[in-house]
């Protein structure tokens, strides 16, 4: 089954780059998540990569996948205040409707 | 932008009570979910919903548990008789059926159970 896991908390400069990790241990997932989840509000999908991919980059956000060792990774550059939140990994596998996911990793950006 | 609203943003209730948590998806969407997440705790699945029926529940979704699409723009989650383990954050989301990737969540009912 899936079982996902994240370390909990990470502190950043402003305009420093930050990295969170996940790992996950179902191989047959197919995409992997970022969520963000800002204080008092919902989990908003960041970004997603499907896992025949090694890496996605979005504006500031990359993300990168090693299949092999199941970790999954999320780089922010130039991090700013906006920023600060929990960050949640997720997977789900085809056909599977469900979201397993990790328990988060808290950025606190410091200005 | 559209978003997924949820009702109420907090609910305290005593234990052995019934409650209802009210979602309202997006529009367009087809597939609807409730999640959890115990203080602490990852975020866990409890059950989807598609074409007025359950498509996929977990464990946790119990037969205390109950869901319901009673109109066409709220979708329900009734916990028939409360236990203090069923604090916790809910979630309600949403997506469209050609974009399984892209689950939008709504903010949560923070329920708390004395």
């Known amino acids: 089954g899936e079982d996902v896991e994240q370390s909990l908390f990470l502190s950043v400069r402003e305009g420093d780059s930050s990295v969170i990790n996940c790992t996950y241990t179902?191989?047959?997932?197919?995409?992997l998540y970022w969520y963000k989840q800002e204080p008092g509000a919902g989990l908003q999908l960041l970004t997603y990569?499907?896992?025949?991919?090694d890496m996605k980059q979005d504006q500031r956000l990359t993300v990168l996948l090693n299949k092999k060792d199941k970790h999954l990774s999320l780089r922010i550059a130039d991090t700013q205040t906006g920023d600060s939140a929990i960050y949640f990994c997720?997977?789900?596998?085809?056909?599977?409707?469900?979201?397993?996911f990790g328990k988060g990793n808290q950025v606190v950006v410091i200005p | 932008e559209p978003e997924v609203t949820q009702t109420p943003s907090h609910q305290v209730t005593q234990m052995g009570q019934e409650v209802i948590l009210r979602c309202v998806p997006i529009?367009?969407?087809?597939?609807f979910y409730w999640y959890r997440q115990i203080l602490g705790q990852k975020v866990e699945f409890l059950v989807s919903?598609?074409?007025?029926?359950?498509?996929?529940k977990s464990e946790i979704f119990d037969d205390q548990f109950s869901v319901e699409r009673p109109d066409g723009s709220n979708f329900t989650l009734k916990i028939r008789s409360t236990k203090l383990e069923d604090s916790a954050m809910y979630f309600c989301?949403?997506?469209?059926?050609?974009?399984?990737?892209?689950?939008?969540f709504g903010p949560g009912t923070r329920l708390t159970v004395t």
């Open positions: 989301a949403s997506r469209v059926p050609d974009r399984v990737y892209e689950q939008y």
């Open positions: 179902d191989s047959s997932s197919t995409y």
């Open positions: 990569i499907f896992s025949n991919m």
């Open positions: 997720a997977e789900t596998l085809i056909g599977n409707n469900r979201l397993a």
């Open positions: 529009s367009n969407h087809l597939y």
């Open positions: 919903f598609y074409n007025n029926e359950i498509s996929e």
